[in-house]
DNA sequence: ACCTGAACACCGTTCAAGT
DNA sequence: ACCTGAACACCGTTCAAGT
């Protein structure tokens, strides 16, 4: 069941994810699905559990290139980041369900656990590093909501096909603009340690 | 007209801010809404600009306390950090209708642009702080949507009333956790500017 | 244990018609 | 120029009843 919500999620967007459309999908009458389910927002929740489930390609071996010099804590971070991105991307609105389920404590016990390990594993004490793993998720939330919600217009044709009128990143290669923020947080965080 | 929809969505939040519910509000059919708005979307646009529109209260001035030495640029980002998560706080659910309009390029100009000139007023080039002026405004996004859901999910009781299990940020106080991700970012652009 | 049928109380949006 | 009336095509959720 929650199987099938990911692929009409996927392949409609949220706002046609209905219970109804899923109880169609399943032959099944709406008022099936509530004996599954008690309302439509665990449905979400247990969707956005599985969003941020660690895929099986992306094992514990950091994949991305780090830089020179640069410290193994730093690295893994980066990498919990950039997978969490992907989880996120793997699935469409998936940042938007998410946040949606987040505040409840349920989506996000997994990669912020993660995120906060990866950070501690550079001395970090435990209060900085979870104050950073919630800053580093807020802002992987934040880019990838935008990034979809581009997607989603683009796709509608919506935007005038020409110039990208976006006030907030007018510049595209949304790639390369997640990793400038990990990088200025990862940074901030190794200049935090300095300082003080 | 926006001015009502701005007190419904304070008094009664974004799920209960319907087009009927408006029009009754204004004594007035719901079809007749569109002849002011062709749609409910290009409403919460207009009522994200209201939102992120500079208040009276803040000024120009600087109102964050500067850290000891630390430069210009970076007193007047923090403080238009600040000032975005006051605009964005002081309507119910004020984050998530600023987060839904935003790929429009509608909502943010305002601020984007504020953000981005107030770093650039630290001798970054334009492309660094557009960039890094987008990662900030993820972060606060971010940061307050998660903020007012959790003030959502307490007014309704339901969040067990002791602990909270909040995975992203067990910690509470808000407001420390802001400033120390908008902290993380700013010393990482320092740092950055250091580095190359 | 799992599902149907039927209903309740809603939505956003359109459009002819009124004034 | 601005609004009404009435309709269309939907929603999430509940609950008795079936098997």
Not at 42 to 52: H, P
């Amino acid at each position: 069941m929650a199987e099938t919500a990911l692929r009409i999620l996927d392949e409609y967007g949220l706002p046609d994810l209905t219970m109804r459309r899923l109880a169609a999908a399943l032959d099944v009458q709406p008022s099936a699905l509530y004996w599954h389910f008690p309302n439509k927002q665990s449905l979400l929740a247990e969707l956005a559990d599985r969003i941020v489930a660690p895929r099986d390609a992306r094992r514990d071996a950091p994949r991305v290139a780090s830089q020179a010099g640069e410290r193994d804590w730093a690295a893994r971070t980066r990498s919990e980041a950039e997978s969490l991105r992907d989880g996120l991307l793997a699935y469409r609105d998936g940042a938007e369900v998410v946040s949606s389920t987040l505040a409840l404590g349920l989506g996000a016990s997994g990669p912020g656990e993660r995120l906060t390990a990866a950070i501690e594993s550079g001395g970090f004490d435990a209060e900085t590093s979870r104050r950073a793993a919630t800053a580093l998720a807020h802002f992987v939330l934040g880019h990838v909501s935008h990034e979809q919600q581009r997607l989603q217009y683009d796709s509608l044709g919506v935007l005038p096909d020409g110039a990208v009128p976006d006030a907030l990143d007018a510049g595209g290669e949304q790639a390369e603009s997640f990793t400038f923020g990990v990088t200025l947080l990862v940074e901030g965080l190794e200049r935090h340690r300095v300082t003080r």
